[in-house]
């Protein structure tokens, strides 16, 4: 912002978005140090030029929770066999499980399988998450899984398929639709 004064000698500016930010990481936890200058410039035509800087220092302190992974990574299942045994250990410890029908061609499947390992760490003690690369296992399993599309996301509960999103809009869309169908269910 700047502003000229009523006598024109005197240009007064602060600059307060000028900030500079400094993070500092230890042992799980993170010190943000954030400084910021403010700036008066005075006329030194009158010969009393002076620049006076003032430095703000702020300090933000987190820790972060690593009792809790951000992220956990899919199981792949490859076979028929593969997926009877997840089914019957599911079923076992009655909890449900998700799996993720994708290709290694499908753009939006590579672009939603991180961001599914996300969702994966947050249901972390109430349920697995798996994928199946189509391309890469029998014709059998994907009948098996009655997919069509890519990407498909189904849960699974007691052996059988109970809901599925499929995600062929944006991610952040399929996430939220697959983290309501895991409410429902678990």
Known sequence: MSILAPNSRILYREIHHREQHHQVRNNGGSLNLVKSYDFCFVDKRRGDWRKTIKKEWRVHASWLDLSRPDTVEMQPIENSEQLDQILASAKELSQPIIID???????KCIYLKPKLEKLAAE?????KFYYVDVNKVPQSLMKRGNVSKMPTIQLWKDGEMRAEV???HKAWLVIEEVREMIKNFV
């Open 123 to 127: 249901f972390d003690t109430k349920l």
């Open 101 to 107: 029908w994708m290709a290694a061609w499908c753009r």
């Open 166 to 168: 499929i995600g062929g």
